[in-house]
T-cell receptor, first 112, second 114 residues
Framework: DAGVTQSPTHLIKTRGQQVTLRCSPK?????VSWYQQALGQGPQFIFQ???????QRGNFPDRFSGHQFPNYSSELNVNALLLGDSALYLC???????????FGSGTRLTVV | GQQLNQSPQSMFIQEGEDVSMNCTSS?????WLWYKQEPGEGPVLLIA?????ELTSNGRLTAQFGITRKDSFLNISASIPSDVGIYFC??????????????FGKGTKLSVKP
């Protein structure tokens, strides 16, 4: 049973560019949350998707947007990249109303 | 915004020793979770706590949900080299709406000397 799959694993982008990160949830999970983890810090909640809609959002600017597809997979898009967006982006999936989050291994984004 | 204060930031211990780390918050949390993260991996859930005062064990790990709902601790008994990693506490704030918004501490980095 595959866990949470994220792609790509590493990415280097230039300031001002746009990036799309992808996540396939664990089998049986219908809820996807995205977190940003800066070096030496704990993960910070970006937003959560359920039934193809953004259900809750953390304190991140509108440059961060997402999408959930009918098969529950999800994308995180970041526009107009800043150097400060460099971080590990983690996707976590769960069954609705369940705290049994399963995290993926993350996408390491470097903005130069 | 809401923050979790996790301590200590790092620990260097001898194999076989017991470990204790804790998290405190200025606001009430509905749920406390403890995760472990190893290099190149995402956090892995160790223990979840849902009720104030709850004490839960998972092998050599024991965690408690503080009765004030503002703190939690994690103990590891008889540490072994594979316990090395960064341990994070995370909580679901009472005012957090749906359960998506987990607040994480900054982590406790554990090093174990054989």
């Amino acid at each position: 049973d595959a866990g949470v799959t994220q792609s790509p694993t590493h990415l280097i982008k230039t300031r001002g560019q746009q990036v799309t990160l992808r996540c396939s949830p664990k089998s049986g999970h219908d809820t996807v949350s995205w977190y940003q983890q800066a070096l030496g810090q704990g993960p910070q909640f970006i937003f959560q998707y359920y039934e193809e809609e953004e259900r809750q959002r953390g304190n991140f600017p509108d440059r961060f947007s997402g999408h959930q597809f009918p098969n529950y997979s999800s994308e995180l898009n970041v526009n107009a990249l800043l150097l400060g967006d460099s971080a590990l982006y983690l996707c976590a999936s769960s069954r609705d109303r369940d705290y049994g989050y399963t995290f993926g291994s993350g996408t390491r984004l470097t903005v130069v | 915004g809401q923050q979790l204060n996790q301590s200590p930031q790092s620990m260097f211990i001898q194999e076989g020793e017991d470990v204790s780390m804790n998290c405190t918050s200025s606001s009430i949390f509905n749920t406390w979770l403890w995760y472990k993260q190893e290099p190149g991996e995402g956090p892995v859930l160790l223990i979840a706590l849902y009720k104030a005062g709850e004490l839960t064990s998972n092998g050599r790990l024991t965690a408690q949900f503080g009765i004030t709902r503002k703190d939690s601790f994690l103990n590891i008994s008889a540490s072994i080299p594979s316990d090395v990693g960064i341990y994070f506490c995370a909580g679901q704030p009472r005012s957090g709406g749906s359960q998506g918004n987990l607040i994480f501490g900054k982590g406790t980095k554990l090093s174990v000397k054989p």
